[in-house]
């Protein structure tokens, strides 16, 4: 272990001459590089006693310390309301993302291949992606009212973008040579397509929904907090109207929380999977 | 090098714009919305107006929620704040204070009569309300005590106008509407929603409320403003049709459509018969019910005895007003 830290260190050379050559941040970097969750922990550290300083000053009587959030946290949690609160949520949020990630690979891949499909279809996903969604999440509620139809609207129109356009780039950007390969070898499309280009693909197609699962989230959350408040969307409204700042923190850190694992979650899995090359990276 | 001495200039030149613009911006008196101005305000631009002939610079801006304003408020952002910031003083010790009463909750109960007739009839139904925390929904619950009811359940859905026209077109059988949705659903469909009566609720809609240190430096201005809207209160209850004539003369709201132009006089009418506009401001009375009122609500925590009206309410100004134009 110690050889191959070694090894690593002079094949980065340069890298060494910015370092101080000796002393605390030598060691610090060795014990980071040797445990990346410490450097984590520590980064994570120092932001929450910044958080608790910037409370305890306080910069605003609606800003709470990292301690009476976590506490309301707590509190949260053993009442329940933030796990039913999560019940609300992840409705919308988990039929959303269900019906872009079909949608949206299978709309991708034909865009991908046929260039009559990419015409049609492609300039209005650019301009979705790049529209200011939270200004048109009000006008969904026009023509679907305030259920679950428009929330799940509200996921998709956030998610479904992201998705299209990665696994169309994917599709365009397979590897010719491999393509060129199975027409040596005389495939046939149909082969072509689901032995060649879409394993070829397929990388940069999930990148896609996991990039569209942290829309759909954003998504939900907008949502929740424009269109009526449910879920954790009521749990900030509601704390906020009634200056439990805490609580309402609490239910914001909340839904970073878990959208950060949810993702970290997929990167694992997609690492492990499809990337295995990106693991000695 | 000449370059360098015109940057430095038009700077300085910058500087001494953005200065002229905070010390102006100090002297004058910044009013936060928490909603955007509609017939329901011209009342209060009137006051305001009148306000400004009596030589109060008033600059007003209409902000998304009263939770902004409030927040305006405590941050320095803005002098006067419209809202009822309850919770926010009691939870997080903000230095602000009510001073003024605008309006009392307005809200009327509606069922559909093919469903229901009284409140008992709602012992184990639905009823929608505008949000969780707000003054509709402790006005449910209220009646819910007063009446030995029990709701199966109580929905959200914010916006009056949406409560209406869910009731209209059947989504919801019960709910509570504001005095336009009351007119719409007595329009729309004569007959077939009975409104349930609802007795001895008289807590604080809306109040005028401004930082401590605001309040002691600017007696004079604050005495102005309470003033006019005491005695524009008065007129208002005394003749509401002269709220029209108003708009006209201060050219308030000059965008609004036809339509709501046609509300103004009735929208008035209706409240002043339900002496709506309180007409001495509110004060210690007023804090009294809003301890009952909104401790049942969750805005407030604890005992309505225990709380005290100089932790909520700066009353000097209405005070001095009232000993000036007499009560009523």
Known sequence: ?281 | MFKGFACLKAGAAALAISAAFIASAEAKVRVAFGDIASVESLHLLTALERAKEKGVDIEVTYLKSEDIAAQAVVGGQADIGVGGPYALVQKVKAPVRMFLQLSTLRFYPAVNSEHYKTWKDLNGQEVAVHSRGSGTEAIMKLMEQRQGIKFSKISYIPGSEVRTGALLQGNVKATIVDSAGRRLLETQAPGKFIILPLEGVNATDEALFANQQFLEKNAADVDKIVESILTTWREVTANPAVVAEWRTKYKLLPDLPASQTAEIVPYFTELAKAKAFPVNGGGAAAAKDDFAFYTLSGQLTGEPASLKVEDFWDTRSLDRVLSKVGTM
């Open chain 1, 1 to 281: 272990m110690m050889a191959s830290t070694q090894a690593d260190t002079r094949v980065n050379g340069p890298a060494r001459a910015v370092h101080s050559p000796a002393g605390l941040s030598l060691g610090l970097g060795r014990l980071f590089l040797r445990y990346p969750i410490l450097s984590r922990v520590v980064s994570l550290g120092l932001f929450f006693l910044a958080w608790e300083i910037a409370g305890r000053v306080p910069i605003s009587y609606a800003f709470p310390t990292f301690f009476d959030t976590a506490y309301a946290f707590g509190t949260m949690i053993a009442d329940g309301s933030l796990i039913s609160a999560y019940g609300s949520t992840l409705q919308p949020l988990v039929i959303g993302i269900a019906i872009s990630g079909v949608v949206g690979i299978v709309l991708g891949i034909v865009m991908g291949l046929s260039r009559m499909a990419e015409w049609l279809v492609a300039p209005l996903f650019i301009v979705l992606q790049s529209a200011p969604m939270a200004a048109l999440i009000p006008l969904i509620t026009f023509v679907y009212g305030i259920g679950l139809a428009a929330k799940t609207l509200a996921v998709i129109m956030l998610a479904l973008p992201v998705i299209v356009l990665n696994g169309y780039k994917a599709v365009r950007n397979a590897n010719p040579s491999l393509v060129a390969m199975c027409y040596s070898f005389q495939g046939t499309r149909l082969q072509q397509i689901t032995k060649v280009i879409i394993p070829d693909a397929s990388p940069v197609i999930f990148a896609g929904l996991r990039l569209g699962l942290a829309a759909g989230f954003i998504g939900v959350i907008l949502a929740e907090l424009l269109i009526t408040p449910t879920g954790i969307g009521d749990l900030i409204t509601y704390h906020r109207s009634v200056a439990n700042y805490a609580e309402m923190y609490a239910a914001v850190v909340s839904i970073i929380l878990v959208s950060t694992v949810t993702l970290a979650a997929l990167e694992a899995f997609e690492v492990r999977v499809l990337r295995p090359e990106k693991r000695r990276g």
